[in-house]
């Protein structure tokens, strides 16, 4: 994950700024929907990280494991994405 090792973090980052964000949403009692809508947001940062994660995985892990003849990589990207349905 080297390649994109700063994006992830950088993403990551927002998320957990989101999540402080919508503790005190919470905390302040704020209206629901504005709640709601920060909770997709993260929902959605996190989907996108999550995705770069796999797509870098395949790219180098998965890539490897194919020119060695390993499947196991290839079953563990399958279960990965059967979890994002």
Do not use: F, P, W
Request: a negative charge.
């Amino acid at each position: 994950m080297t390649k994109d090792h700063d994006q992830v973090k950088k993403y990551l980052s927002i998320a957990k700024g989101q999540l402080e964000g919508i503790i005190r949403m919470v905390e302040e009692d704020r209206y629901c929907i504005d709640i709601s809508d920060q909770l997709m947001a993260t929902r959605a940062i996190l989907k996108k990280t999550n995705n770069l994660i796999l797509k870098n995985h395949i790219d180098h892990c998965v890539r490897n494991a194919i020119i060695n003849g390993d499947e196991e990589k290839i079953d563990e990207v399958i279960k990965a994405l059967e979890k994002q349905i």
